[in-house]
């Protein structure tokens, strides 16, 4: 298979919000509170019915936020997600299936892995980057270090219990190029509509994320 995939859009965050939205009118001003935070890219989860509506409402109105689908998990989703405005997509896992249905599509993709026989299958399609999850649950920083010697090209994202305790630890990690996560929106402050209190949230993790 080819080696020479689209790559994926570039942003300055090394931190992927990892968002839940019940309502699609959150999805603009929580990318503007991000983006004031200093957070220049998005993980919209299609796990909900507005999720769609969202990425289409960030790729519209908010062009400097890089907006990613996640939680694709077949075909559909991606194809879903690309007509919607999504710049790249994200998986827990990955399948032939949906490999095949993001390179015909075109869209930029970082798949899941948890073992390494799954790094193994995501790479020999190309991939370098990929999404470990959920990553504390698959050993953290200790699977990662044991990750680095066989697949030295391979750089991860892991995801699934980040927080802001261990978020350095992961970014000083060599072979870890972005962490995601879900707490930088929570779910009250979303409802509540507190874009300052998702703000200081982002800026929290970016300092943290460069010191
Ligand atoms: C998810 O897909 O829900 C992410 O892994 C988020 O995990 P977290 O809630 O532990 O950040």
Redesign the pocket.
Known sequence: MSTSLPALPAFRSRVVP?V?LQDAAHAVPLAQALLAGGIDVIEI?LRTPCALEAIAAVAREVPDMQVGA??LLGADDVRRAQDAGARFGLS?GHSPALLRAVAEAGLPFVPGVMTPGEVMAAREAGYRLMKL????VAGGLDMLKALASPFGDVRFCP?????LDNLGGFLKQPNVALV????LAPAAALQAGDWAQITTLARQAMALSAG
């Not at 999850?133 to 504390?136: D, H, K, N, R």
């Not at 995801?159 to 927080?163: A, D, L, N």
């Not at 995601?180 to 707490?183: D, I, K, R």
Request: aromatic share 10%.
């Open positions: 990892v839940v989860t996640g939680t827990p999850f959920p990553a504390t995801t699934g219990g980040v927080s995601g996560g879900s707490w």
